[in-house]
């Protein structure tokens, strides 16, 4: 069985939620044990909230139970204070303030695992200056940017998941805010992540070992 967030934003979730959520993103607590602290740790559970997350991916072996016990003090903080109206909900490790849905027929959510596309791509782009400049002067960005080059693979991640949504993981809070605000574009005319060309380009490399 595979799960999908519920995505659609009416009044009702809005009223659940606030206005500011982003339902189509989940937040990954594979990594949230890394942290020294558990200031620092609800700190940064704090910020994936306040940037409007309502889903966070959570497991049993996240720190040996460590991630679940650190979600469930966030939890318990937010219920104290009387906000959200709702039980937050666990369903197959994503833990909800809102229900996810189930179904076999659903589309899945992807895990937002880029580090390994990033330094890939990155380190390609910055050995080869005439390949940069190329992607530079089709894409309008400099695509060896780590931000750039993470925000159009969260969006390509997004765009081919219309349905559902998509996890990803950080241990700074700053990510957090770039993340929703790249999730947050639409794709038009006025778009500045230009997916179509980015995709263009990464399919244009020999990516094997020792390709040209």
């Known amino acids: 069985m595979q799960t999908t967030f519920n995505t659609s934003i009416g009044p009702a979730l809005e009223f659940l939620y606030g206005k ?5 993103l989940g937040f ?12 620092r740790r609800q700190a ?3 910020e994936a909230f306040e940037q409007g997350i309502r889903h966070f991916d959570v497991a049993r072996m996240y720190g040996l139970g460590a991630a679940e016990g ?19 909900q666990l ?49 309008g960005l400099d695509c ?12 390509d991640a997004l765009d081919r998941n219309r349905a559902g ?9 700053q990510r957090i805010g770039e993340a929703v605000a790249a999730a947050s574009v639409r794709r038009g005319p006025n778009v500045p992540a230009p997916l179509d060309t980015f995709r263009r380009l990464v399919a244009g490399v020999d990516w094997r070992a020792g390709g040209a």
Not at 20 to 24: C, D, P, Q, T
Not at 99 to 107: C, E, L, M, N
Not at 111 to 139: C, H, K, M, Y
Request: overall charge positive.
């Open 28 to 39: 990954g607590c594979a990594s949230l044990m890394r942290l020294p602290s558990r200031r």
């Open 70 to 88: 650190e979600l469930g003090r966030f939890a318990a903080l937010l219920l104290s204070t009387g906000w959200p109206q709702c039980v937050p």
């Open 44 to 46: 940064l559970l704090a």
């Open 144 to 155: 060896a940017d780590s931000k750039v080059l993470a925000r159009l693979l969260l969006q």
């Open 20 to 24: 500011r959520a982003n339902v189509r």
């Open 165 to 173: 949504g998509v996890i990803f993981a950080t241990t700074r809070p």
């Open 91 to 139: 369903h197959n490790d994503i833990f909800s303030f809102g229900a996810p849905q189930t179904s076999g027929k659903v589309p899945p959510i992807y895990f937002g695992v880029f580090a390994e596309a990033l330094s890939r791509i990155r380190a390609r782009l910055l050995a080869d200056e005439e390949l940069r400049a190329t992607w530079q002067q089709e894409t």
